[in-house]
């Protein structure tokens, strides 16, 4: 007498769920999706250039995904970056900086950058 086989075990790939930022701020979202990306308290500097244009600098960010680091030359000298895509639509956003080479742009590190082309403002705006 065999014992019972146990039931089939299905593998199942765990959702990513979004994060909702509350309603009453004014938020960035993923222009392809509309998920959210940003608050816009955590704008740092709106004076940033893209690879397609202008960029916004944020402190934090939610729903992104984050790509392997490497090392490019970007307009303010050798910085380490990763490039960062939506969680939801796996859409490129910007790059997240994970390291500065030159002290004056320390402060960069461990912050987001976001091209215009790829946000659009939610809530509360007018």
Known sequence: HRPPT???????RSKT??????SCH???SCIHCRAHLANHDELISKSFQGSQGRAYLFNSVVN???GPAEERVLLTGLHA???IYCENCK????WKYEHAFES????KEGKFIIELAHMIKDNGWD
């Not at 146990?6 to 199942?12: E, H, K, Y």
């Not at 004056?104 to 402060?107: L, V």
Request: aromatic share 14%; proline share 10%; charged share 15%.
């Open 6 to 12: 146990p039931p089939m075990v299905r593998m199942t």
């Open 17 to 22: 769920f979004q994060a909702y930022l509350p």
């Open 26 to 28: 004014r938020t960035y």
């Open 64 to 66: 992104v995904g984050c």
């Open 81 to 83: 970056v990763a490039d």
């Open 91 to 94: 859409t490129t956003l910007g």
């Open 104 to 107: 004056s742009q320390k402060y």
